[in-house]
């Protein structure tokens, strides 16, 4: 009696030996334990990204009662919010709980690369696949930030693996399933179309011609979709999503080498063309070895870069929806190349031939895609410098003069939501492009400000304060009363309105003060305290300082505080010349007793020389063009005969 293998229909289509399964098993599961662990290292911690600030302000609101896109203005997808909710409840409410949500979907997307490659190309083919998704520097970067992007791409890659079952075996409840994962994944966002190519052409090729197969699958999809839309309400779906892109659209403008230096120096720059090579290569042989199933890989691949080349404003987080194309056609073309190997065939051996020069070019990329991923990894609060470590100090300055319940207006969420406090709903998202597309106009954030009665104003940016009826209503109605340098750039200004207990902020503001002073400069402005957050740091590090000022007399003219850390060396290695006017009325306006807090981080390079450093302060007067003298509270005043300009605050030692 002659001995039989016993084969068994695989999950995806695939006839397989059955031994091969628990092998399969163990390597996917060992493939989502290292992702999950990339993604899990260093999770918490301020980023600094507008979108992710966002993201945690919408979630905020939710948990306050409020519902995406009907009441929090929602742009991406009327899924994505309730996606990511779950976790965000279950995980503290943290931006890093919003982040593992992501981590966790982009889990799903390993496993649907996996899948489909392994449909088209067998085992070895999704295994190539979920490597390459793996150490994928654009794919990992994105499933650690709480974005749009990566958790759309999940059920869009399953619902591509789910049609290629179909195409496989010709069971149809295969495309049921990809038609309900496609619905999904454009509610999330829609910027994941492309699959509906792939999909689309999966179902037409299947095992055979099939038009009423692609009705199924998109009558499917549209009935996911349709249910979602008039449920949420159409109308406010085609405003926040419609409307809204094609006003961004039109305000951003379209330009087809911005676009391609984009992806060159986001998509190519990250993922190296090793894996294009290797994409490129897989989608030849795949469609040498297996036409049908090559056709809805280059559909999908196509769709994406047309998808990027034309879409508009388009950012760096786009580029990812490229990239699970590309995993998926490179171990297609591997794995198909192998089995054409172990039956030697002729093209498996030319295939072999045809995969050598992208492998080496891929694995010579390895190197830099490591060191990327490695990068990627690090999101503690100081990773990007002075920018981020700020986030904390503007956070606790929001929470001290608000309290619990307050609504502010913030053009940098993330700071608000790190102090706990609820934006309007509708000024939830205030991207420059929804100011472009002008969604959001001065008008309306006046109105949403004051239906909310808003008492405290955080401003990183002219974003807002570009709007007209908005920068008339805070020049009338608030004052600054904290300055963030930042440089060269425009400093965040936290307002308060004026008919708020100012003596009662100055109290709140003072706890954060940690060495009164009563030094006045030219009889017109005094520094009344200030505060170091540190006397030793090293170099490559910074020190923050924060001032209290108050106003002796009335000014006349704009003063400037200027601070400068000189080196042992005598050279100043960082300084900061910043006007007191918070980029409204200017110091010349302020009347006796008007005070203002100011804080500022000075980097020490890696570069500087160690010892110790000073730290001093000093007023420019703007219009004389000269500083003002020291007339009281220095010590070293009438041991000198020249005039004392800059008053010593600390002495820092550099290591």
Same mark, same amino acid.
């Given at each position: 009696?002659?001995?039989r /293998?016993?084969?068994?229909?695989?999950?995806?289509?695939?006839r397989?030996s059955?031994?091969?399964?628990?092998?399969?098993?163990?390597?996917?599961?060992?493939?989502?334990?290292?992702?999950?662990?990339?993604r899990?290292?260093?999770?918490?911690?301020?980023?600094?990204?507008?979108?992710?600030?966002?993201?945690?302000?919408?979630?905020?609101?939710?948990?306050?009662?409020?519902?995406?896109?009907?009441?929090?203005?929602?742009?991406?997808?009327?899924?994505?919010?309730?996606?990511?909710?779950?976790?965000?409840?279950?995980?503290?409410?943290?931006?890093?709980? %919003?982040?593992?949500?992501?981590?966790?979907? *982009?889990?799903?997307?390993?496993?649907?690369?996996?899948?489909?490659?392994?449909?088209?190309?067998?085992?070895?083919?999704?295994?190539?696949?979920?490597?390459?998704l793996?150490?994928?520097?654009?794919y990992?970067?994105?499933?650690?930030?709480?974005?749009?992007?990566?958790?759309?791409?999940?059920?869009?890659?399953?619902?591509?693996?789910?049609?290629?079952?179909?195409?496989?075996?010709?069971?149809?409840p295969?495309?049921?399933?990809?038609?309900?994962?496609?619905?999904?994944?454009?509610?999330?966002?829609?910027?994941?179309?492309?699959?509906?190519?792939?999909?689309?052409?999966?179902?037409?090729?299947?095992?055979?011609?099939s038009?009423?197969?692609?009705?199924? +699958?998109?009558?499917?999809?549209?009935?996911?979709?349709?249910?979602?839309?008039?449920? /949420?309400?159409?109308?406010?779906?085609?405003?926040?999503?419609?409307?809204?892109?094609?006003?961004?659209?039109?305000?951003?403008?379209?330009?087809?080498?911005?676009?391609?230096?984009?992806?060159r120096?986001?998509?190519?720059?990250?993922?190296?063309?090793?894996?294009?090579?290797?994409?490129?290569?897989?989608?030849?042989?795949?469609?040498?070895?297996?036409?049908?199933?090559?056709?809805?890989?280059?559909?999908?691949?196509?769709?994406?870069? %047309?998808?990027?080349?034309?879409?508009?404003?388009?950012?760096?987080?786009? +580029?990812?929806?490229?990239?699970?194309?590309?995993?998926?056609?490179?171990?297609?073309?591997?794995?198909?190349?192998?089995?054409?190997?172990?039956?030697?065939?002729?093209?498996?051996?030319?295939?072999?031939?045809?995969?050598?020069?992208?492998?080496?070019?891929?694995?010579?990329?390895?190197?830099?895609?490591?060191?990327?991923?490695?990068?990627?990894?690090?999101?503690?609060?100081?990773?990007?410098?002075?920018?981020?470590?700020? *986030?904390?100090?503007?956070?606790?300055?929001?929470?001290?003069?608000?309290?619990?319940?307050?609504?502010?207006?913030?053009?940098?969420?993330?700071?608000?939501?790190?102090?706990?406090?609820l934006?309007?709903?509708?000024?939830?998202?205030?991207?420059?492009?929804?100011?472009?597309?002008?969604?959001?106009?001065?008008?309306?954030?006046?109105?949403?400000?004051?239906?909310?009665?808003?008492?405290?104003? *955080?401003?990183?940016?002219?974003?807002?304060?570009?709007?007209?009826?908005?920068?008339?209503?805070?020049?009338?109605?608030?004052?600054?009363?904290?300055?963030?340098?930042?440089?060269?750039?425009?400093?965040?200004?936290?307002?308060?309105?004026?008919?708020?207990?100012?003596?009662?902020?100055?109290?709140?503001?003072?706890?954060?003060?940690?060495?009164? /002073?009563a030094?006045?400069?030219?009889?017109?402005?005094?520094?009344?305290?200030?505060?170091?957050?540190?006397?030793?740091?090293?170099?490559?590090?910074?020190?923050?300082?924060?001032?209290?000022?108050?106003?002796?007399?009335?000014?006349?003219?704009?003063?400037?505080?200027?601070?400068?850390?000189?080196?042992?060396?005598?050279?100043?290695?960082?300084?900061?010349?910043?006007?007191?006017?918070?980029?409204?009325?200017?110091?010349?306006?302020?009347t006796?007793?008007?005070?203002?807090?100011? *804080?500022?981080?000075?980097d020490?390079?890696?570069?500087a020389?160690?010892?110790?450093? +000073?730290?001093?302060?000093?007023?420019?007067?703007?219009?004389?063009?000269?500083?003002?003298?020291?007339?009281?509270?220095?010590?070293?005043?009438?041991?000198?005969?020249?005039?004392?300009?800059?008053?010593?605050?600390?002495?820092?030692?550099?290591?």
């Amino acid at each position: 009696m002659q001995s039989r /293998t016993l084969s068994v229909p695989s999950a995806y289509g695939v006839r397989v030996s059955a031994p091969t399964w628990p092998a399969e098993t163990v390597v996917l599961g060992l493939f989502l334990i290292a992702n999950a662990a990339m993604r899990l290292v260093r999770l918490s911690g301020t980023s600094g990204d507008l979108d992710e600030g966002i993201r945690g302000m919408q979630l905020l609101l939710m948990s306050a009662g409020y519902r995406p896109m009907q009441e929090i203005y929602s742009s991406q997808g009327p899924l994505l919010l309730d996606m990511l909710f779950p976790f965000y409840r279950l995980f503290g409410e943290t931006l890093g709980a %919003a982040r593992l949500a992501v981590g966790v979907y *982009s889990l799903l997307g390993i496993v649907g690369v996996y899948a489909a490659a392994r449909a088209a190309g067998g085992p070895v083919g999704g295994v190539v696949a979920a490597l390459l998704l793996t150490l994928s520097p654009n794919y990992l970067r994105y499933s650690r930030q709480a974005l749009a992007e990566v958790p759309a791409l999940a059920p869009a890659i399953l619902a591509v693996a789910a049609a290629f079952a179909y195409q496989r075996t010709g069971r149809w409840p295969w495309l049921v399933i990809s038609g309900l994962l496609l619905g999904t994944a454009l509610l999330i966002k829609p910027i994941v179309l492309p699959a509906v190519v792939a999909v689309a052409l999966a179902a037409l090729f299947g095992p055979r011609l099939s038009i009423k197969m692609l009705l199924l +699958v998109g009558l499917v999809s549209l009935a996911v979709v349709a249910a979602i839309v008039f449920s /949420t309400g159409f109308s406010t779906v085609m405003d926040q999503m419609v409307e809204y892109r094609l006003r961004s659209r039109e305000a951003s403008g379209w330009n087809l080498a911005e676009n391609l230096k984009v992806l060159r120096t986001t998509l190519v720059a990250r993922d190296q063309w090793g894996l294009f090579a290797l994409g490129g290569a897989g989608a030849l042989l795949t469609l040498l070895i297996r036409p049908r199933m090559a056709l809805p890989i280059l559909g999908w691949m196509a769709a994406s870069g %047309a998808l990027l080349a034309v879409y508009a404003p388009l950012f760096p987080k786009h +580029v990812v929806i490229a990239v699970p194309p590309l995993v998926v056609a490179a171990g297609a073309g591997v794995g198909a190349t192998w089995q054409a190997l172990r039956d030697r065939r002729f093209v498996g051996m030319m295939g072999g031939f045809v995969l050598v020069a992208p492998l080496l070019l891929y694995a010579w990329s390895l190197p830099g895609i490591a060191t990327l991923n490695v990068g990627f990894m690090n999101l503690d609060p100081g990773f990007e410098g002075q920018r981020f470590a700020r *986030s904390a100090d503007i956070a606790g300055t929001i929470a001290a003069l608000s309290q619990k319940g307050d609504f502010v207006v913030t053009d940098e969420p993330e700071h608000a939501f790190l102090a706990q406090r609820l934006v309007p709903p509708d000024l939830a998202d205030p991207s420059s492009s929804r100011v472009r597309a002008r969604q959001l106009t001065g008008e309306s954030i006046v109105t949403s400000a004051e239906a909310y009665n808003v008492r405290l104003v *955080s401003l990183a940016g002219d974003r807002f304060r570009s709007l007209r009826n908005f920068r008339l209503w805070i020049d009338e109605k608030f004052e600054p009363i904290k300055l963030y340098g930042r440089g060269g750039d425009a400093p965040q200004v936290i307002y308060l309105r004026n008919d708020v207990d100012m003596q009662q902020a100055r109290r709140a503001l003072e706890g954060f003060i940690q060495t009164p /002073t009563a030094i006045d400069f030219g009889g017109t402005l005094r520094l009344t305290g200030f505060s170091l957050d540190r006397r030793e740091l090293t170099r490559n590090g910074n020190v923050g300082v924060t001032y209290e000022w108050e106003a002796l007399t009335r000014a006349g003219v704009d003063y400037h505080a200027i601070t400068e850390l000189v080196g042992p060396d005598g050279q100043t290695w960082s300084d900061e010349q910043l006007s007191l006017g918070g980029r409204g009325a200017g110091l010349d306006e302020w009347t006796p007793g008007r005070w203002l807090f100011q *804080s500022s981080t000075f980097d020490v390079s890696a570069t500087a020389p160690a010892g110790e450093y +000073v730290l001093r302060v000093g007023i420019y007067d703007s219009k004389a063009r000269a500083d003002l003298p020291i007339t009281a509270g220095d010590p070293r005043l009438g041991s000198q005969q020249e005039p004392i300009r800059r008053f010593e605050l600390a002495r820092i030692r550099v290591q």
